[in-house]
């Protein structure tokens, strides 16, 4: 079993009490004896149960004065690790990418046991190598440090740390989102992650397994990563309280991000958010129509609760039957399971209330139901009961009021697609009305379109300004080098929203001057 105490300046360090991991195969065959275990293990430490198959592990709980030790061991070190300079800690991304790689099994083990099914977790883990190559690294290298040679003088543009990073990641993926940290830490930062108590194994063994060992290799000063497992609103609001924070990178929903955005400012932190998504796909009269319901279906990976899933499609009247005849077909193949089998990538949603509050609304304002719909066993036979949801896909005839509907207007995060089909009329203007819409939509995380017409995918390259992220004839959830994995506009990234590197978002600009044997008063007056 694995045991992670707190990790605070460099040492572990007792918590107050412990919080169990279950396997997530465990909830699926006997929920009784799961959350009878953890119960028992949480009251009782030394109990036999810890020997019990089921029990994959346990993190320690941070009480409020191991938040705030964590906090001042981080601004402590903070100083020390940016004197640094950069091209060694530039070294961190390359010695975490090539442990990833020699532990993927590990890793992705830990995913799987906390519920996501294998296939995403090498989709998640695929992020990860992208945006730790070295293509990715290089470019982040010429963004933190470039020179020119001016009138005798050397100029330098550079990015400096803010100083001390909070991290907080989301229950739905919190190991990949805590290994951002490590990027943070590239910049100079000392950070502190929060660990969620309810899923906490895995990002305590990717930072105190994988990334506190380099950090000791690359000589790296005690506490420049500090992370605790605990609540997030006893947790957040200390880090707001505390003078020692600096920036927080909040990973949420959009209502809670933005007020929490307000927060920030007013306590004068930099806030950085990853908040929801509801992208769109575009799928052209041309488009190789295969391809793009392939891409659409990666909407109801992970039943849907994946921020950067496309959540809403616009296709051309002329493809529409055919499209959505593609996509009924590939839905098909996107199968509920058991985690650690290959090819499942429905996940459980064990509050689906809203689901069908969604899709009854969208249905009663004109939609029509293409396929899904009910609840469905662990094999797939359809039941009142089971804890999967069907890939359901419904159909909105019309463009200027589909977002009356919820369902096409809010991200739903559960695996219900809406197909939105215009009236038929010129393409000029139909592009139009595809790029408003586009361009409206109140999220902007991601957006794709699918055509082969490349004055079409010009106009949309030149026109879409909506969003972090922009692909064409592309999976729309798959990973680049060079390109965000995260960031966008709107209600998923707040006021200050754009593609998020989080090497740059925590840390800001500063211009420098060398002179050699100038005149300042040349310099103010001109010779």
Same mark, same amino acid.
């Given at each position: 079993?694995?045991?992670?105490?707190?990790?605070?300046?460099?040492?572990?360090?007792?918590?107050?009490?412990?919080?169990?991991?279950?396997?997530?195969?465990?909830?699926?065959?006997?929920?009784?004896?799961?959350?009878?275990?953890?119960?028992?293990?949480?009251?009782?430490?030394?109990?036999?149960?810890?020997?019990?198959?089921?029990?994959?592990?346990?993190?320690?709980?941070?009480?409020?004065?191991?938040?705030?030790?964590?906090?001042?061991?981080?601004?402590?070190?903070?100083?020390?690790?940016?004197?640094?300079?950069?091209?060694?800690?530039?070294?961190?991304?390359?010695?975490? +990418?090539?442990?990833?790689?020699? $532990?993927?099994?590990?890793?992705?083990?830990?995913?799987?046991?906390?519920?996501?099914?294998?296939?995403?977790?090498?989709?998640?883990?695929?992020?990860?190598?992208?945006?730790?190559?070295?293509?990715?690294?290089?470019?982040?290298?010429? $963004?933190?440090?470039?020179?020119?040679?001016?009138?005798?003088?050397?100029?330098?543009?550079?990015?400096?740390?803010?100083?001390?990073?909070?991290?907080?990641?989301?229950?739905?993926?919190?190991?990949?989102?805590?290994?951002?940290?490590?990027?943070?830490?590239?910049?100079?930062?000392?950070?502190?992650? $929060?660990?969620?108590?309810?899923?906490?194994?895995?990002?305590?063994?990717?930072?105190?397994?994988?990334?506190?060992?380099?950090?000791?290799?690359?000589?790296?000063?005690?506490?420049?990563?500090?992370?605790?497992?605990?609540?997030?609103?006893?947790?957040?609001?200390?880090?707001?309280?505390?003078?020692?924070?600096?920036?927080?990178?909040?990973?949420?929903?959009?209502?809670?991000?933005?007020?929490?955005?307000?927060?920030?400012?007013?306590?004068?932190?930099?806030?950085?958010?990853?908040?929801?998504?509801?992208?769109?796909?575009?799928?052209?009269?041309?488009?190789?129509?295969?391809?793009?319901?392939?891409?659409?279906?990666?909407?109801?990976?992970?039943?849907?609760?994946?921020?950067?899933?496309?959540?809403?499609?616009?296709?051309?009247?002329?493809?529409?039957?055919?499209?959505?005849?593609?996509?009924?077909?590939?839905?098909?193949?996107?199968?509920?399971?058991?985690?650690?089998?290959?090819?499942?990538?429905?996940?459980?949603?064990?509050?689906?209330?809203?689901?069908?509050?969604?899709?009854?609304?969208?249905?009663?304002?004109?939609?029509?139901?293409?396929?899904?719909?009910? +609840?469905?066993?662990?094999?797939?036979?359809?039941?009142?009961?089971?804890?999967?949801?069907?890939?359901?896909?419904?159909?909105?005839?019309?463009?200027?009021?589909?977002?009356?509907?919820?369902?096409?207007?809010?991200?739903?995060?559960?695996?219900?697609?809406?197909?939105?089909?215009?009236?038929?009329?010129?393409?000029?203007?139909?592009?139009?009305?595809?790029?408003?819409?586009?361009?409206?939509?109140?999220?902007?995380?991601?957006?794709?379109?699918?055509?082969?017409?490349?004055?079409?995918?010009?106009?949309?390259?030149?026109?879409?300004?909506?969003?972090?992220?922009?692909?064409?004839?592309?999976?729309?959830?798959?990973?680049?080098?060079?390109?965000?994995?995260?960031?966008?506009?709107?209600?998923?990234?707040?006021?200050?929203?754009?593609?998020?590197?989080?090497?740059?978002?925590?840390?800001?600009?500063?211009?420098?001057?060398?002179?050699?044997?100038?005149?300042? +008063?040349?310099?103010?007056?001109?010779?």
């Amino acid at each position: 079993m694995h045991s992670y105490k707190l990790y605070i300046a460099g040492k572990d360090v007792e918590g107050d009490g412990w919080v169990y991991t279950v396997s997530a195969q465990s909830l699926l065959e006997d929920v009784f004896t799961s959350v009878s275990l953890k119960r028992d293990l949480e009251r009782n430490p030394e109990s036999t149960a810890t020997d019990h198959p089921y029990v994959v592990g346990r993190c320690a709980v941070a009480s409020d004065a191991a938040i705030d030790l964590a906090t001042e061991a981080a601004a402590s070190a903070a100083p020390g690790w940016a004197a640094i300079p950069l091209e060694r800690r530039m070294r961190l991304g390359t010695l975490f +990418r090539e442990a990833l790689d020699r $532990r993927r099994d590990e890793f992705l083990d830990m995913l799987v046991a906390e519920g996501h099914p294998v296939s995403l977790a090498r989709w998640e883990l695929s992020c990860l190598f992208q945006v730790y190559s070295e293509e990715s690294l290089d470019w982040y290298r010429q $963004r933190m440090h470039t020179e020119f040679e001016h009138a005798g003088r050397q100029l330098i543009v550079r990015r400096r740390p803010d100083g001390v990073v909070a991290f907080n990641p989301p229950q739905n993926a919190p190991a990949p989102s805590a290994a951002l940290a490590v990027l943070a830490l590239m910049a100079g930062n000392a950070v502190v992650v $929060r660990a969620p108590r309810s899923i906490a194994l895995s990002t305590m063994w990717v930072l105190r397994e994988v990334v506190a060992p380099l950090l000791d290799e690359v000589g790296a000063p005690p506490g420049v990563l500090n992370a605790v497992c605990s609540n997030p609103k006893q947790t957040l609001d200390r880090w707001i309280d505390s003078p020692l924070i600096d920036d927080i990178f909040y990973i949420g929903g959009s209502k809670e991000g933005l007020a929490f955005q307000e927060r920030c400012v007013a306590h004068g932190k930099k806030p950085i958010l990853e908040l929801a998504g509801n992208d769109s796909i575009v799928v052209w009269k041309d488009a190789d129509l295969t391809r793009a319901a392939e891409a659409i279906c990666e909407s109801f990976y992970g039943s849907g609760q994946i921020c950067m899933v496309p959540n809403c499609v616009l296709v051309h009247p002329a493809v529409a039957d055919e499209l959505i005849a593609a996509v009924k077909e590939q839905a098909k193949t996107v199968r509920p399971g058991y985690p650690e089998d290959e090819g499942v990538l429905l996940s459980p949603v064990r509050r689906s209330e809203r689901f069908f509050g969604l899709l009854q609304q969208a249905l009663a304002g004109g939609a029509e139901l293409v396929t899904g719909g009910r +609840r469905t066993e662990l094999d797939g036979t359809p039941s009142d009961t089971g804890v999967f949801l069907q890939p359901t896909v419904v159909r909105v005839n019309g463009l200027p009021g589909a977002r009356r509907l919820d369902v096409v207007r809010q991200e739903t995060f559960f695996p219900l697609l809406p197909i939105v089909v215009p009236e038929p009329s010129a393409d000029d203007e139909l592009v139009d009305g595809f790029l408003d819409f586009v361009n409206t939509n109140e999220y902007g995380l991601r957006n794709s379109v699918w055509a082969e017409s490349e004055d079409v995918i010009d106009v949309f390259v030149q026109r879409v300004v909506n969003g972090g992220l922009l692909k064409i004839n592309d999976s729309h959830i798959g990973f680049l080098p060079y390109l965000p994995s995260h960031g966008g506009t709107g209600l998923t990234g707040g006021v200050f929203g754009e593609a998020n590197y989080p090497m740059l978002k925590t840390s800001h600009l500063q211009g420098v001057s060398i002179a050699r044997d100038a005149s300042p +008063r040349e310099a103010v007056f001109g010779s």
